[in-house]
């Protein structure tokens, strides 16, 4: 087996380029997911039976089908039944924002949940409305304890990226298809998509890590 490491430098470029698609959808998928996540998650906690329910159902669903199928039925499937196409791209993106969205949520409620009682009823008992020791009070505490687990969370959302393959996204991991069908040589372009992959969630874990020691209580 002859293997010629010094190819990889003329696909540099392309990579790049699949790497910076990789990472926008990523970024723009999590501040979504993020954000319904974390509605999501508030549901579950403090809803009650109503919006607890709804919540519920739908962490289940997402949670309880592979997020692959859940591509293909935006894609392919909504369209369908709602007569709106959806290009690649946003279908990528809206992807990371569903599936994500009901991780953070548990992740959420469990932060939430996970903080002393007395700590909400010593704020009540001081007069506090109940959004106020939400937010001044658990929110802050939920929050460190939260980093971990969310962080875990990004770079899966991440690694995700490279199921868009099936729609043809030009992401990281399509990039390293398309160069490796035209030249055949899958264990240069394989290995230095690999290498990308594990720059960016290594770069991820670095600053969440900082992210982490720095909110740490002492």
Not at 161 to 176: A, N, P
Request: with cysteine; aromatic share 10%.
């Amino acid at each position: 087996m002859n293997v010629d490491w010094s190819i990889i430098i003329n696909f540099l470029p392309q990579l790049f380029h699949g790497a910076k698609i990789t990472l926008y959808i990523t970024v723009t998928g999590l501040i979504g997911g993020i954000s319904l996540g974390a509605v999501i998650g508030l549901m579950r906690a403090y809803g009650g039976y109503i919006l607890n329910t709804l919540a519920f159902i739908y962490v289940e669903i997402i949670r309880g089908t592979p997020i692959v199928v859940q591509v293909m039925f935006l894609y392919f499937a909504l369209p369908v039944l709602v007569d709106i196409r959806i290009d690649p791209m946003t279908t990528a993106i809206l992807a990371i924002v569903i599936n994500a969205g009901a991780y953070v949520a548990e992740i959420v409620r469990g932060a939430v949940l996970s903080i002393s009682k007395g700590l909400t009823e010593a704020g009540r008992a001081i007069g506090l409305p109940r959004w106020k020791v939400v937010v001044y009070i658990v929110g802050p505490l939920a929050f460190r304890r939260l980093i971990p687990p969310l962080g875990n969370q990004c770079i899966v959302s991440l690694k995700d990226t490279s199921l868009f393959i099936v729609i043809g996204v030009g992401e990281l991991t399509r990039t390293g298809q398309e160069i490796m069908a035209a030249n055949f040589r899958a264990v240069e372009i394989w290995t230095a998509v690999a290498v990308f992959y594990l720059i960016m969630t290594g770069t991820l874990s670095l600053l969440l890590r900082i992210i982490e020691k720095r909110m740490r209580i002492l």
